[in-house]
């Protein structure tokens, strides 16, 4: 699949190339559109209680509920003034009437709460019509008044401050992020081409999030928060994603491969592990759509849709772009190529051989570290979004902060108490006449009266902290009546959520048909219960598909319920950090924001998403590699730790680059992007080095071969999912039956197709050198059976070398100590050479290597000899692995290499085409 993807993109290089660019260029422009279509909130469970009570509030009492909140003062002119008055009232009137639905001040309410405690101030309450911040818009002109200090907030001023913060916060960022991120990339790379790669791959993905975003606002409500999210998470993981495909890329063509094999052997490696890890942020994000909050289900769609651009992009316009470039991709070097680090030298290499030696030490220390990291999430406490989210200087802060500070208590953030009355028909019904002959008249129901909900009234302000209970709206049409109950606690403290409570308990009147209750703490109170409860559901579903995106990736069911479990601890460290830091206040004064003493629960479930896809990402690097070197070797220790030299430098790399990225974004002005931005900071720095460098590798360590269990049933389904290719060097896919499966406790090692180098048909034979030799890294080659004798070769018990013998099973499979072999494509050893093979008993000569046999022989069913120990002239390749950190740079004198102690490994000629198959099993 990936190889197959690799030769198209190559063939096409230059048509993806120029369409992408010119798509690029064609939708920036609707992208941008995306500024001031976006909505605010969405924090709330539509279903719920409070919900439906504050949909009542505009449509059943004209507008009852204010978008602008104008306040005025002056120092020394108290409100009851008569010049005080004339001036708010000369300067309303002013206001455009088609703008304008409803205007409320301290003169036409009497309201004592719309003047403050001091006289000195009060505030007026607009309703708009239709467009909302186009009508705002076209009268924020007109509100101030000569004479008196005024400032505008509200909902509708609100909004229009956060998508202005936005815009300047993404500014920002990116005018912070983009420098960095070139001179880390030119650090990291050394060229000045290879480091533009994934800026412009970057460049698409943010483009790609606007887009997105865009078209998500023509079907439904998109967050104005989500564009800060979304853009931080395209341009990060694109970048990663970048790194990785443009590493795998530099080593292939190092190694000396052309430009069509190198990009084909880089979708195979490199390509197919960063499809896998969209893959699973996707899903991750995807998550969110069981939530039925407007900001969770609209930064899911988007956040995974842009993931998915940014894996895309990744994986056609930068390896296209690469293919076009080939060698050139390390033009404009600006420091020198030092090569690849030696085998088993380098602080990796250290690193990896310290936890291979202590893991139970490296186990309890680690995960001692996280649970302490962990600790502070013990004492969360949730709280929902206000107008705190906004730097201290935004004027609609300041607003709410003084109406909250200078004014009745709790006078913009009452419990509303909604009472619909039990009505009856005043006359019984007419009898329905012959259709189509006018209309059947319904008879009237019973008015109601606001002293209807007089006993109720009475009943609420006997209850504890209810300091006063106010007709706020009185809807005859709908039979309902809206009570505001003030009181005097904290909206988001315990006690105002037990008031709640109390409320919603009581029983109704005789005459009550339903009691709804809204208010921003029933509000709080509904959205912990509804995030609660599918909470279950997004981790059941989320960890349900990621299990099976692990498996099709590595063929095992144990590795995925550690990752599951790694992850659940990556995550809790976050959390507690989070929590130390923002409820507790602890980075307040760095930061600059203001901490509120709880945590937003929306902003808490995103954090989870967004960080549990990420943990998986580097994980998915690692283990890659790690199976690579399991299959290739069948050392369960070597390969963790080869896998954790090789890939230690990549996803250091990677994480830095994306803590760039997320730095950046820290910096914006909403405390909503710093709290995600922070929590995306712990998670990459606490997961690349204590969870990946140290707690995996020690994990695995002690699992041992448990790590590769796959129950015998699973293994044809993980055969047909895996999306793995294989075709011989001619093209053409083998013929016959199917090898049967080597028992996973016989632990076999598989190779890859040796054959002779495509660009040079004169090459000698290379083994795994080959351009040729099975794209992909080590893996099961499903051959036919071949006729002709297999080779068994095994340590000599009896001194230095190997001995070997020879059968012919007359067309049946090979059987080692009553096992069937069985045999992969052969890229490690190098087979030796016709001279150094010893001669048949009958003095027939064994053939080369992919030859026909031109004497052929009876030969004794089993012959002992030493084996040659000769190194062979011919230059050795590194095999490809799942890794793009797999080295390979430096030329190698191969010899045959001793099997694992206690193993045989069975060759065989290459029934389609030149080389050996071979396979190792337990004796």
Not at 111 to 121: C, G, P
Not at 327 to 349: K, N
Not at 584 to 593: K, Q, S, T
Not at 621 to 648: I, K, M, Y
Request: net charge positive; charged share 15%; proline share 7%.
């Amino acid at each position: 699949m990936f190889e197959s993807a690799g030769r198209l993109i190559y063939g096409g290089r230059w048509t993806l190339l120029v369409l992408s660019l010119v798509a690029a260029i064609l939708v920036a422009p609707f992208g941008l559109q995306l500024f001031g279509r976006m909505a605010d909130g969405g924090f709330a469970d539509p279903a719920a209680d409070s919900t439906t009570a504050a949909r009542w509030n505009d449509a059943w009492y004209s507008g009852n509920t204010p978008d602008v909140v104008v306040l005025y003062r002056h120092p020394q002119v108290k409100v009851r003034d008569a010049r005080f008055k004339k001036a708010v009232h000369d300067s309303l009137r002013a206001l455009p009437a088609q703008y304008v639905r409803k205007l409320a001040t301290y003169w036409t309410t009497g309201s004592k709460e719309l003047m403050s405690t001091d006289e000195h101030a009060t505030y007026a309450l607009i309703t708009l019509k239709g467009a909302k911040q186009q009508a705002y818009a076209a009268i924020k002109d007109l509100l101030p008044v000569a004479n008196l200090q005024v400032q505008v907030g509200g909902s509708v001023p609100l909004l229009k401050e956060l998508n202005d913060q936005t815009a300047a916060d993404l500014a920002r960022a990116e005018a912070i992020s983009m420098p960095v991120l070139l001179v880390m990339l030119v650090v990291v790379f050394g060229s000045l081409v290879a480091a533009g790669l994934p800026l412009l791959v970057g460049l698409l993905a943010v483009i790609g999030a606007l887009v997105l975003l865009r078209l998500l606002t023509e079907v439904t409500e998109v967050s104005v928060f989500s564009l800060n999210v979304v853009t931080m998470l395209g341009l990060g993981l694109a970048i990663d994603y970048s790194l990785f495909v443009l590493t795998a890329f530099r080593e292939q063509i190092r190694s000396g491969l052309p430009t069509r094999e190198a990009v084909v052997r880089t979708m195979a490696t490199a390509g197919r592990t960063v499809a896998f890890s969209g893959l699973t942020v996707a899903t991750s994000l995807l998550g969110l759509l069981l939530f039925p909050q407007m900001f969770l289900r609209s930064i899911g769609l988007g956040a995974a849709a842009v993931v998915l651009v940014a894996m895309v992009s990744a994986l056609v316009v930068l390896p296209a772009a690469l293919a076009v470039l080939g060698p050139r991709v390390d033009a404009l070097r600006v420091t020198p190529h030092f090569g690849a680090a030696r085998a088993g030298a380098g602080v990796w290499h250290a690193i990896a051989s310290s936890v291979m030696k202590r893991p139970v030490l490296y186990l309890v220390a680690v995960t001692s570290v996280l649970l302490a990291l962990a600790g502070p999430f013990a004492h969360v406490r949730f709280g929902n979004v206000d107008h705190r989210v906004l730097p201290a200087a935004s004027e609609s802060r300041r607003v709410a902060e003084t109406v909250d500070r200078d004014f009745a208590k709790n006078s913009m953030a009452t419990i509303d108490v909604h009472v619909l009355i039990e009505r009856s028909f005043t006359t019984r019904p007419a009898a329905p006449g012959p259709l189509g002959q006018g209309y059947s008249p319904i008879s009237a129901v019973t008015p109601i009266d606001p002293t209807d909900a007089k006993p109720l009234a009475d009943r609420l302000r006997k209850l504890p902290g209810v300091t006063g209970v106010d007709l706020a709206g009185f809807s005859q049409a709908n039979g309902a009546i809206r009570l505001a109950v003030r009181y005097s606690y904290d909206p988001m403290s315990d006690a105002a959520q037990h008031l709640v409570t109390l409320i919603r308990s009581m029983a109704p009147e005789p005459n009550v048909r339903q009691i709804v209750v809204g208010g921003p703490t029933a509000a709080q109170m509904d959205l912990l219960s509804s995030l609660l409860g599918r909470l279950p559901w997004m981790a059941l579903v989320v960890g349900g598909v990621t299990f099976l995106l692990l498996f099709a990736a590595f063929g095992s069911v144990v590795l995925p319920v550690k990752a599951l479990l790694m992850n659940v601890l990556s995550i809790g460290a976050s959390f507690g950090v989070i929590v130390w830091a923002f409820q507790d206040g602890h980075l307040a004064p760095w930061l600059r924001f203001t901490s509120t003493g709880t945590i937003e629960a929306t902003v808490t479930v995103l954090i989870l998403a967004v960080v549990f896809g990420l943990s998986m990402d580097y994980e998915l690097f690692l283990l890659s590699r790690v199976r690579a070197e399991w299959l290739r070797t069948g050392d369960n220790t070597a390969a963790v730790a080869t896998g954790l030299q090789r890939t230690g430098g990549v996803i250091t790399s990677a994480a830095l680059l994306l803590l760039v990225v997320i730095g950046a974004f820290s910096t914006a002005g909403i405390t909503i992007v710093k709290l995600l931005g922070v929590g995306m900071f712990v998670a990459i720095v606490v997961d690349a080095t204590l969870v990946r460098a140290l707690l995996v590798p020690a994990t695995m360590r002690l699992l041992g071969g448990a790590n590769w269990w796959l129950p015998g049933v699973l293994r044809g389904v993980h055969r047909r999912i895996e999306f793995r290719e294989s075709p011989p060097p001619d093209g053409r896919r083998p013929s016959g039956r199917a090898l049967p499966e080597l028992p996973l406790s016989g632990r076999a090692a598989y190779g890859d197709a040796g054959s002779e180098d495509a660009a040079s048909p004169s090459a000698p034979f290379q083994g795994a050198a080959s351009a040729n030799a099975g794209v992909g890294g080590a893996r099961r080659h499903e051959a036919a059976l071949s006729p002709r004798p297999g080779r068994a070769i095994k340590p000599n018990p009896d001194g230095p070398g190997w001995h070997w013998a020879e059968d012919d099973p007359g067309g049946a499979a090979v059987t080692v100590n009553g096992r069937p072999a069985i045999f992969g494509v052969d890229t490690d050893p190098i087979p030796v050479s016709a001279e150094h093979d010893p001669t048949p008993a009958s003095g027939a000569a064994v053939p080369a290597p992919g030859r026909p046999v031109i004497a052929p022989a009876p030969a004794p069913p089993v012959r002992k000899r030493p084996y040659s120990t000769a190194k062979s002239a011919v230059p050795k390749r590194p095999p490809a692995t799942d890794d793009p950190d797999a080295s390979g740079s430096e030329t190698q004198r191969p010899t045959w290499e001793k099997v694992t102690a206690g193993r045989t490994r069975v060759v065989r000629a290459n029934p389609d085409g030149p080389g050996w198959t071979w396979a190792e099993v337990d004796t």
